[in-house]
Structure formats: C-alpha cells, structure tokens
C-alpha cells in the first residue's frame, strides 16, 4: 500500500509540466480501491473505503448486499478507463463517444484557479450576489428546488441539508479550465450548459441516466462513481418520465432490497474515485451514482453530438489552455437574469420538432395547437407555460395563419430559446420569487416530513422482511452525514 500525507504532489506533462499540490491524504491499496482519512477532503472521523468490501455469501437468509448500499451488491468488474489529463478531441469521439463509453482525464481540470482559489470567504467575496438553485442532499425525484444568493447558501449549507445544483454563473467561468477534448470538430458547437454543483458532503444520487453527454470535473472534495452500462437497465427497475430524456429508479441506494429487486445480483460495475483536478465523461444515457464526502465543488459541461462529428478544423489541432469563459454555451445564466435556465435542452430539437410538423411545407395553427397539447400534457395547472394563442402569435409573426419551413429553418437560437421558455416551466423559482428564509424552511421542513414516511415506510418493510437493526441503525448514520 502507497501512503501519502500531508500535501499530495501531483505532476503531469502534456505540452508543459505541471506541478500542483492536493490538500489531501489519500492512501491507495494494491488493488486500486481509495482510503479517504479524516481531513483529506473534510469528511470528519471517517475512513470510506470504495470500492467496498463485499460479503459474497449473504448471512444465509438473504442474498448478499441485502440491506446495505449500492455497490455491495457484487464486486466490481474493473475501474473505467484513465487518461493523463489530456485525450485528443477526435480520439474521444472515436474511442469514447460514439461507443457510449465513460473515462476519466487524471488532472483534466487541474489548470482551473478556482482548485486554489474556490474557498467560501473568496465566493462569498467575489459571488455573492449571483442567485443559485439548491436541493436536499439525499436525493429524490421530484424534489423541491429553492433559489437564493449563493451569500445565503455559504451562510447555511454547513448546518442545512442542502446542496447546488444550478448553472454555472457567468462571472465564474473564467476561473475553471474547459475540457480541452471539445475544442475541435462540431463538440464546440454542442454544449448545452454549464452546471455548478457544491456541498457539505453526505451527498448519495439516486441510480439515474442524463439525457445529454456530460464532463464532470471535480474542483474540490471526493466523489466515488458507480458506473453502469445501459445493456444492464433492464434488471434496474428504471422510470422515465414521459416528457424527459433522463431516468431514474426507486431502489434506496442507501439500503439495496435484494429480496425485492434479486436481479440486482447480476448488474456489473466499474468505478473510480474523483479527486480535485479530476474530471469524468460519462455518456448520454449511461446509469451511474455518485457519493461524496466532506465539502466538494464540482462544474459539469454538458453536450450534444446529433451522432456527427465534423473533424475539418481537427487535422492541426493543438492543445492551448481555455476556461469555461471561452466556451459557446446555449444556455447560460448572469447575475440579474430572472431565470436559471437549467435543464431546457438542445434547441435544435425544437427545430426538427416543428419541422417534423409540417404538412404541404406549412405548419398550421391547427395542426400545432394538436402537438403542443401533447407535448405540455400531464403539467400542473401552476406550471409556467404560455397559451397556444399566445406561443402560436410567438412563431406566426406577421398573423398569417400559418408558418413556412423556410421561416421555420431560419428560426436562430434565441427564438428558440425563447420557445422553450415559453413551453416549459422552469427548473428554479424565477428572480422576482425568491422565498423568505421563514417560507424556505417551511417548504424543506414539509419535505423531510414526506421523506420522514418514506424511510418509515422503508424501515416496516425492512422489519418484515427479518433485516436487523443493526441494518437500519447503518443506514439511519449514513442518512445523517
């Protein structure tokens, strides 16, 4: 076993050496599974061992896993895949992308000054005033989304279950180094957004696929990811909701029913552990969980492929240092914007949708009304979404009672942008509706009320089933980091 403590001491040469220093202690095994200590990444008196040992037998009346996290079900089959910090664009899409599959660039984000930089005196210093939008830590779908400043979070977040997930704001991009694997062929022109994401560590995701492919780079902390190939969604007991392109299941991660869900046994894994400077791509659609532990800052940029890749301006491609600044991003968000468009989506969709409509090369108010019904049905009265009438007006301009496919192909981003916000609710409150503390306490209050009857729930069905109390008394002490 290699041990290191103290400072980490990480060197890297790709075009320039490059030397950075980790606050962390992290012991590495033989076998490749990561040691947290306490005070590496601010988890507390805590050791996490991952991947974890796994009690291939059971006790005997249960299979193994039975009661206990995700990733106690079976070993897993191998660490997915590492590069050192740099994979040529057209490599990526070859090897990577259009294989659907994940790998990690040790170091990839290590140019980023916010790896030093990103304390909370200096966001709330330098930030404070930009708005985020929080949600409880163990996650749940659907969950009450908050907004407030992010002076307002610092403030909170250590005694509160909460954590961002939000846009990345503008003013903060030039301080985290983009994925340099995108800066050739059409990946630059596909990124969809930029997502900021920070806790107090304790986190555990749900088992769930993202629609769009994402880079997810890690500022500060640990995360351990739990990767899932999609041949495996069958036996996952997976949900997608009818108007998403992700998906989720139900199964507890924190507590695994293998006698509800036996199948379980035969989902395979891979895995690796994400330290600061780290980054993983991880494909449209491919199952994963992540944890992490004590305080973690990480930015995900997500994109879009259309299945293409134009390498033209590849052939002399050259790696130059850029930050997320430099970066064309659909959907964005600055301080004093009244939304934080988060989770809209590539708007080109918007465009085939519509062209898909036509009939005899002209889109009819009839024949859109007919679609636009389907496409908001099962939306709460409350969602923010506009009136046919008033979206129709929105593409028919000039109230000829139709609109033309060369008028549709014309459309540029931001009148579909706009579409887009004008049929879909947003995911946060808007600027104008930011609740009162007293308000935001209530509103998380009567969630972990709901959250209260399900883990009861849980636990009588734990209880019937003859799992111990040492079971549930394991799981009461992780929910509560």
Known sequence: MMASDGPCSLTSVFFIALVVTLPCSVVFSEDGTVHGHAGDVGESHRDVRFPPVVDKVGDGAHPAGHMKPFGH?????????EYDRFIHPKEFWEKHVTKLEPLVLKGGALGSSANQKWTDAYLDDKY??????IE???????????????RHFLQHYEEKNWYIVSLLPNEMRHEVEAPACLFCGNFQHNIQELNFWMSSGGTASIIHYDADHNIHCLLAGRKDFMMIDPYYNRYLDLYKPVDAGSGFTS???DSIDMVTFPELSKVQWIWTTLLPGDCIYIP??????????????????????????????????????SSLADVDVMWTYEQGDKTIDIG???????KDFLLDELEDGKLTKDIF?????????GRDDDDEVQSIDKVWSFLDEQGKGFVTKEEILAFDREKLKKFSRMTTPPAGPLGEYIVSEDKMEELLKMEEEQDSQIRAFEGNEMLNQGA????LQSRGQHEEL
């Open 73 to 81: 079900h079976r070993e897993p089959d191998a660490k997915v895949t």
């Open 128 to 133: 404070h005033d930009v708005h985020v939008i």
């Open 136 to 150: 409880r830590k163990v996650e749940r779908r659907p969950q009450i989304k908050l907004r407030m400043t992010l």
């Open 251 to 253: 199964i507890n991660v």
């Open 284 to 321: 449209s659609k491919y199952v994963h969980q992540v944890r992490s532990y004590g305080r973690s800052i990480s930015v995900t940029t997500l994109f879009t492929t259309h299945g293409v890749f134009n390498q033209t301006d590849c052939h002399n491609f050259t790696y130059n240092y």
């Open 344 to 350: 809209y989506g590539d708007v080109r969709v918007i």
């Open 369 to 377: 009304a007919e679609a636009y019904q389907t496409i908001t049905a």
């Open 468 to 471: 111990t109390g040492d079971a």
